[in-house]
Every structure is written in structure tokens, then in C-alpha cells.
């Protein structure tokens, strides 16, 4: 079974190579590269979504597929997931960027980091300080974020006519680039699985924690055995800690 990674606006060679690495060292085998998330800047609608069909083609020689993809290319696997439906076996969708981080979950992200220490307890294995740096910043007017609202929308789209899909969803708790009600929208519009990781990190993969419980649940997904988290359950209080603390305030007041 082929297996066809994508990767987001960070990529680089070296980044596929090491997730690979991880991957390949859980089993999973024959791991492909999708290529850049900026080559398809500046095409129309329906241009960008024949290129990535071609593309996907070439790739999967008419064999089905798993796709494993992470950050903005989550968008790209979605568009796909619908135009080729039938060829894909699994889909894997890490830190999905569909909507941007609002406030309140950059709250959280930083009260998380700051509450469990994991500043200097999470120690990354891999250097995924590049991916993080220039997924931030984006000028409006950018061609790399045009392509990201364009890729967006049509990934929008795609996922309301997804449901039913073998998807496996998974972000990290402190990741500050997540919209946890965007990741839980798409989770209940696939009708699939969804790991709230314990990490600040918005590549899980290239992480400590990545390498020891997340991969091993994505190659529980991808062979068909029963994983952690089977299914979406009511997380709010854990993933906005700032809804918590003003509803532990409130008792504590009303008891006083």
C-alpha cells in the first residue's frame, strides 16, 4: 500500500525525510512525497484542483491509497480526498489549518505551555523551529496566502461531502496555530477519529511525543486496528482551559 504524505507551507526536503523516518520505523512503508505546497500558487479553481489530480495520478498508479497529511496540507488532501474518493483507503489529517486560530485559542495554547511547563519538559527530537516560523506572518496580499484561502475554501467544501470517509484527525493541545473548533467541525464533518495530543507542537510527528504515541496510533489507524481515541468525544473544557478557569471562579464565588 502506498502511502502519500503532504506537507504544509514549511516544507522542505529534509522535513518529509525525517517524517518518513518515523514512519518507516512504525511499519509503514513506501512513503511518498506529494511535493511543495507553493509550486500550485496562482492558479485558477479548477487549474489547481486538474494539477493536483495529475499529480496525485502519477503518484498512485492507479493503486489505492493512504494519504497522510499534515498543516496546509491537510487542504490539499481534502480537495483530494473528494476528486479521488474511491482510491483512497485512509486518510490521515495532522494540525489541519481550515480556520485561523482565534483568540481565545491562542489563550489557550499559551496558558497550556505555560501550566504544564512543557517549555522545558517537551524537548523536540527534531528541529521543526522552520516549519513554525514561516507559517506565520503572511502578508494579505502574499501569493502564498491567497493560495491558502483558495485551498481552504475548496477544502471547506470538500469535507461537507466527506462524511463517512476513514479519517483519522489529530492536532497538538498547545499548538497555537489550531482552531480547536475548526479541528472539531472537521472531525464531526468526516465522521471520523480525532487524538488531542500532548504537545505544543504544531509538526506531532517531529516530536518526543510524536515518535512514541502518535505515530503508533496512526499505524494502529492505517492497519485497520482499533486506536486510543475511537471517538469524538465532548473535550471543551480541556482544550479552552480559559472557559475552565471562569467556571471554577464562578462556583468558587457562588460558594463563598
Do not use: W
Not at 475554501?153 to 473548533?181: M, P, T, W
Not at 515518535?211 to 492497519?223: A, G, P, T
Amino acid at each position: 500500500m502506498k502511502n502519500i504524505l503532504f506537507s504544509g507551507l514549511g516544507y522542505n526536503k529534509n522535513n518529509f525525510e525525517l517524517m518518513r523516518t518515523v514512519l518507516e520505523e512504525k511499519g509503514i512503508t513506501d512513503v511518498l512525497d506529494f511535493g511543495m505546497y507553493q509550486q500550485y500558487k496562482n492558479l485558477s479553481d479548477d487549474k489547481l484542483v486538474n494539477e493536483l489530480c495529475a499529480q496525485f495520478d502519477k503518484l498512485s498508479v492507479d493503486e489505492d491509497v493512504n494519504i497522510i497529511c499534515h498543516s496546509r496540507g491537510c487542504n490539499i488532501g481534502l480537495i483530494l480526498a473528494k476528486e479521488k474518493s474511491s482510491k483512497i483507503k485512509h486518510a490521515v489529517f495532522m494540525s489541519p489549518e481550515l480556520q485561523n486560530a482565534g483568540i481565545i485559542d491562542k489563550i489557550s495554547s499559551l496558558y497550556y505551555r505555560f501550566d504544564k511547563f512543557t517549555l522545558s519538559l517537551h524537548i523536540t527530537v527534531y528541529d521543526d523551529s522552520i516549519e513554525e516560523s514561516s507559517e506565520s506572518g503572511l502578508s494579505d496580499e502574499s501569493d502564498l496566502y491567497k493560495l491558502f484561502i483558495q485551498t481552504r475554501s475548496l477544502a471547506e467544501e470538500a469535507s461537507k461531502d466527506l462524511y463517512g470517509i476513514n479519517s483519522l484527525v489529530v492536532y497538538g493541545r498547545g499548538d497555537k496555530f489550531i482552531s480547536r473548533n475548526g479541528v472539531k467541525a472537521l472531525t464531526k464533518n468526516l465522521g471520523g477519529k480525532l487524538i488531542v495530543a500532548d504537545t505544543v507542537h504544531h509538526n506531532i510527528l517531529l516530536t518526543d511525543t510524536g515518535c512514541k504515541e502518535i505515530s503508533d496510533e496512526i499505524v494502529k489507524f492505517l492497519n485497520d486496528e482499533p486506536t486510543s481515541y475511537d471517538k469524538l468525544e465532548n473535550y471543551l473544557d480541556e482544550i479552552h482551559p480559559t472557559r475552565r478557569i471562569l467556571r471554577k471562579t464562578k462556583e468558587r464565588t457562588r460558594n463563598s
